[in-house]
């Protein structure tokens, strides 16, 4: 029986919990916990989530997919890899067991696609998501850029799981995103979101690009999303690369959008960034009166800057 590992952590709100650190050995249950409390400006804010590591890599092939420096030391790289039904399920019960009374979320995209097990017998959605039904404490949360959304048709209830869609304006997806078309990741969350299944959609990583009509494009994203169906919470991530990400990128076109060394990486630089967010922000205020908006993996400054309170981020990870 795997053992149940708690840990003190500080919140954004100044208190304190005992949460959930890892289940077992961490291959499987683990929490993100590589970004410290933000004590200065500069400092990124992104909230402690449960990961759900059942499976590695991705089947889609984004120039700047972080896993491809992130998996860079196994022998198959950032090759799609689920791991054992068994050892998913038991380190689930036994979450599922814990003393812990904390609602969370469990981030199945964080370090494979989660929809990228459809293939598999029985598909990684009828395996879990019946799983997650008998607890009510725990939600799963289906990151993707799939579309292969026909098995999760099928599955009731489903009231214990959120999906959310990874979307980019088309200029950049067609550049430098290798999977299927956003228009039929909208399609897809369309679908999802009438079946009624919480949907959510990150548009992530933002490219001032093409440069004179990224505008544009990013508003007509938008304007798609809500002409189809009206997300949860969006949440909104600019362009950044690890060196170990540029590293093994074949296509390294993008990086040269990357002039801002920061403590997460390069990055577009503050002011151009800033005004990318500032952008879709002020168009969903103001073309879809939705403010349900968060920053993904951005300083204290960059909240600030906005006018959004980092302290109540209500980002994709969370609850």
Request: aromatic share 12%.
């Amino acid at each position: 029986m795997p053992k149940v590992h708690v840990h003190e952590y500080q919140m954004f709100s100044g208190t304190r919990k005992t949460l959930i650190k890892q289940i077992g050995d961490g291959s499987i249950i683990k929490r993100f916990d590589m970004t410290p409390l933000p004590k200065t400006a500069y400092d990124i804010v992104c909230p402690h989530f449960l990961e759900l590591k059942w499976a590695l890599g991705c089947p889609f092939d984004c120039a700047w997919c972080y896993l491809k420096g992130s998996l860079r030391h196994y022998p198959r790289g950032k090759s799609f890899t689920p791991k054992p039904y068994s050892k998913i399920r038991a380190h689930l019960m036994q979450l599922f067991r814990s003393l812990s009374s904390e609602p969370e979320v469990l981030n199945a995209g964080e370090v494979a696609d989660a929809l990228g097990g459809e293939h598999l017998r029985p598909p990684f959605s009828k395996f879990t998501i019946p799983l997650f039904q008998k607890q009510d404490r725990f939600k799963l949360l289906l990151l993707t850029k799939s579309n292969a959304v026909n098995n999760l048709l099928d599955i009731n209830p489903h009231a214990r799981v959120i999906v959310s869609f990874s979307l980019n304006a088309e200029p950049v997806a067609e550049r430098w995103e290798h999977a299927p078309s956003v228009r039929s990741r909208i399609e897809a969350a369309k679908r999802v979101f009438e079946a009624g299944y919480e949907t959510r959609i990150r548009i992530d990583p933002i490219v001032p690009y093409p440069q004179d009509e990224w505008q544009r494009h990013y508003k007509e994203l938008v304007d798609n999303v809500f002409s189809e169906f009206f997300p949860s919470r969006i949440t909104l991530g600019s362009l950044r690369g690890l060196q170990s990400t540029i590293n093994e990128a074949q296509d390294k076109s993008w990086v040269d959008y990357l002039t801002e060394p920061s403590n997460w990486g390069r990055r577009i630089p503050f002011d151009l960034r800033r005004e990318t967010f500032a952008t879709i922000i002020d168009h969903l205020q103001k073309r879809h009166n939705y403010d349900s908006v968060a920053l993904c993996k951005e300083p204290v400054l960059m909240w600030d800057s906005l006018g959004m309170d980092w302290r109540k981020c209500n980002c994709n990870c969370m609850w």
